[in-house]
């Protein structure tokens, strides 16, 4: 199994994660909660916490599932705070 992590300073995190739970579920399985949300993709998941960053953590099965994920996640994340410039950078986790 292969993870990755980001913690992103957002300016609203809860705001931004339902936003982008909110899209990804009009295309594969989400759960959301007004802290947490759990997408779903083909060949892993990326989980997403909001307190005062928002916090990714993206589990798959390859490493090519993985980096499609967090191109994915981290593409629309950084495309949705376009007023606040951001860059979402990934981190190998154990």
Not at 39 to 54: H, K, N, Q, V
Not at 66 to 75: F, K, P, S
Request: aromatic share 6%; with cysteine; charged share 25%.
């Amino acid at each position: 199994m292969f993870k990755s992590t980001a913690r992103v300073a957002a300016p609203k995190p809860a705001q931004a994660m339902t936003q982008l739970a909110k899209h990804f579920a009009h295309k594969i399985a989400v759960e959301i909660s007004e802290t947490e949300a759990r997408a779903t993709f083909p060949g892993g998941d990326c989980t997403m916490r909001a307190g005062e960053t928002l916090d990714l953590a993206c589990t798959a099965e390859t490493e090519a599932d993985l980096r499609r994920i967090e191109a994915i996640v981290g593409g629309h994340l950084e495309r949705f705070l376009w007023r606040t410039p951001t860059t979402v950078t990934w981190e190998a986790a154990r």
